[in-house]
């Protein structure tokens, strides 16, 4: 499982993804609402309230918005300190018209959780706990210390005080609640959107170097003629300036850079040939390239392959797709970080699906997260195991993440479990044990039909 940490934004640097033009549209609307509100409580039900005191908090609101407008630019993201002070005054603000318009016998004060909300949603834990503490705090308050709402005649509007128990218990059951709710799908969200990165940008380097050969044979076939032609010249010159030992020089210098452009470009030839056969490969041919990193790292890797009964004999040619190397390597790389001593990598073919079965000797997964994986950020299998065998490994679950979500595209299948067995009594014994992949595809969504032995190089663009 590769340590797959490239390009992938902190989840710690929250606070920059906050707009200020954001909050200020939200408190226009409040400011709307809030003004509504007061102009229908007063015309239509008949209710007396402070209006100058009231007009002059939702001023405040109107106030802010216009020198934050003024002072700010429209592109300006707001630190988690400056965030945290505009939803801190936002929340000052809404209990200050609670407490002017009744207290907790004032409806709207269940808008208290919207700033919570949006901190949860966005912020950090830190933010989202003092914010969710200062309204807790403010309602209690607001339950105790308010102005009680009277009609037009002066008669007041009382509310039990079991319901107004009641309210204040929901609000802060719904403070609380609501936080912790919009938290955990927001960090789920931004975990899973950072796991999908990573996958491309593992996806998009390793088809940069399927695509290299292609370039390099190119470049070799459209650079082959004028390097001949620059070797014939200067060899007519090597035999026509042979009077000339300061040119002759000259000459014999291009020549021999000629043969060694030639040399260079022919080794290139060999290594990035534009061959149909080297797009597909026989089965065991692909399980060899994908762990060919990890062959070499003290562990065993044994490899078997065999037709299923009532099968051709002959190995499917599978498509050499960087999904299926780069998920492939990674889910043995996994195996050999976590064997004991071998890693057995079998492969098997029928009419109609193609198995992998990636085994090795080592502890299994914890059963804790065996049915985790394959999300991203799931935790390591075991913190002291972990420590062991790869200390600069970082257990976010991404390599596994990005394997699967290779693979599925490519039409495959994927079970992970534990093997009963505890270990093998002989390496070449395919009885299983430690932990175990897998994977089942479709036959006809990885096989390669040949399309003839050579390709044409492509000439390059400009």
């Known amino acids: 499982m590769q340590n797959n940490t490239i390009g992938i934004a902190s989840i710690g640097s ?6 200020l033009r954001t909050l200020i549209f939200l408190r226009w609307l409040a400011i709307a609402g809030q003004t509504l509100a007061l102009l229908i409580s007063v015309r239509v039900f008949g209710i007396a309230l402070p209006m100058d005191i009231c007009l002059a908090v939702i001023g405040a609101s109107v106030l802010a918005n216009l020198i934050s407008i003024k002072v700010f630019p429209v592109t300006k993201r707001l630190t988690e300190a400056q965030a945290l002070l505009s939803l801190l005054f936002d929340l000052l603000q809404l209990f200050s018209l609670i407490i002017l318009t009744g207290g907790l016998a ?3 004060v269940i808008l208290v959780i919207a700033p919570v909300a949006i901190s949860a949603s966005v912020l950090e834990l830190r933010t989202t ?3 969710a503490s200062a309204a807790s705090l403010l309602v209690t308050i607001a339950a105790f210390f308010h102005l009680p709402l009277r009609l037009s005649d002066g008669v007041e509007m009382k509310t039990p005080e079991l319901f107004t128990f009641g ?12 936080s912790v709710y919009s938290r955990r799908i927001s960090v789920e969200i931004r975990s899973m959107s950072n796991a999908l990165l990573a996958t491309q940008m593992a996806l998009s380097r390793e088809q940069k170097l399927t695509d290299l050969g292609g370039v390099v044979a190119a470049t070799a076939h459209e650079l082959g003629t004028p390097l001949a032609t620059i070797k014939l010249v200067s060899s007519e010159l090597l035999s026509e300036l042979k009077d000339r030992p300061d040119l002759h020089a000259d000459a014999l210098l291009i020549r021999d850079q000629a043969d060694r452009c030639r040399d260079i470009l022919h080794s290139m030839g060999r290594r990035g040939k534009d061959d149909k056969h080297l797009q597909q490969a026989p089965l065991t041919a692909i399980l060899q390239e994908a762990a060919e990193p990890h062959l070499a790292r003290g562990k065993s890797v044994h490899f ?8 051709a004999l002959h190995e499917p040619l599978i498509n050499r797709s960087p999904e299926i190397i780069h998920g492939l390597r990674n889910l043995i790389q996994n195996a050999v970080d976590f064997a004991g001593a071998h890693v057995w990598v079998e492969g098997s073919w029928s009419d109609t699906k193609i198995e992998l079965c990636i085994q090795d000797d080592g502890p299994g997964y914890p059963l804790q ?3 985790k994986i394959g999300e991203p950020f799931v935790r390591k299998r075991a913190l002291t195991q972990e420590t062991e065998t790869r200390p600069e490994y970082e257990g976010m679950g991404l390599g596994l993440f990005i394997a699967k979500t290779l693979l599925e595209r490519t039409g495959a299948k994927l079970r992970f479990s534990n093997s009963l ?3 093998r009594k002989d390496p070449t014994d395919m009885q299983a044990s430690g ?5 089942t595809w479709p036959i006809d969504a990885i096989k390669a039909y040949s399309s003839g032995p050579l390709g044409q190089n492509q000439p390059l663009k400009s």
Do not use: H, M, Q
């Not at 932990?435 to 994977?439: C, S």
């Open 421 to 423: 067995a505890t270990v």
């Open 129 to 131: 706990v003092i914010l």
């Open 106 to 108: 004032n409806p709207f």
């Open 435 to 439: 932990a175990i992949i897998e994977l």
């Open 304 to 311: 078997r392959t065999s037709p299923a009964k009532g099968c």
């Open 167 to 178: 309210f204040w218990a929901a609000i802060i059951t719904g403070v609380v609640f609501l």
């Open 14 to 19: 929250r606070s920059a993804w906050v707009r």
């Open 369 to 371: 997260i065996i049915d």
